[in-house]
C-alpha cells in the first residue's frame, strides 16, 4: 500500500513539474529591451528631430529656414515655428510646394501636412539650430 502511495505521489510531482514548465516565460532579448526603453525615453525621438530639422531647411530653402524652426510630428502633421506673421503669411502661401518637397526629402517621416504658428525661433549668433533641438 505504501508503494502505491509513493507511486502516486511520484506521478502527482511530475505532473506538477510539466505543468509549471509549459507557462515559464522566455528570457527577452536584449536588443528589444533596449529599442524599447530608447522608445519610451524619447532618445529615438531626438534623432528623428534633427532629420526632421534638415529636412525642413532642405525644403523651405535657406531664406525661410533662418526665420523658422520644425517642432514635433503628431498624426502626420508637421508643426513649424516661425519668427512674425509676414513669414506665415509667405509660408501659407508655399505651402503646397514646401510640402512636395518635404516628402521627396523626408519620405519616412510620413508626413501629410503642415501647421505654422508663430513662435520663438532664435537659436543663437550663427541662426543655426542646435543639435537635437526643435
Not at 528570457?27 to 531626438?46: D, T, V, W
Not at 508655399?94 to 501647421?115: E, G, N, Y
Request: proline share 3%; net charge positive; hydrophobic share 40%.
Amino acid at each position: 500500500m505504501d508503494k502505491d502511495y509513493e507511486k502516486e505521489d511520484l506521478a502527482n510531482l511530475l505532473f506538477d513539474a510539466a505543468r509549471r514548465r509549459q507557462f515559464t516565460k522566455a528570457p527577452k532579448k536584449i536588443s528589444g529591451l533596449m529599442s524599447s526603453l530608447l522608445a519610451r525615453k524619447g532618445y529615438a525621438q531626438e534623432q528623428t528631430s534633427s532629420d526632421c530639422s534638415a529636412a525642413w531647411a532642405e525644403a523651405a530653402g535657406p531664406r525661410l529656414a533662418k526665420q523658422t524652426r520644425s517642432g514635433s510630428i503628431k498624426r502626420g502633421v508637421l508643426e513649424v515655428f516661425v519668427r512674425n506673421s509676414t513669414v506665415h503669411q509667405e509660408l501659407v502661401f508655399q505651402k503646397k510646394q514646401i510640402l512636395k518637397k518635404l516628402l521627396h526629402a523626408a519620405a519616412s517621416f510620413k508626413i501629410r501636412d503642415i501647421r505654422f504658428k508663430i513662435g520663438v525661433v532664435d537659436f543663437g549668433d550663427d541662426n543655426t539650430p542646435p543639435a537635437g533641438r526643435t
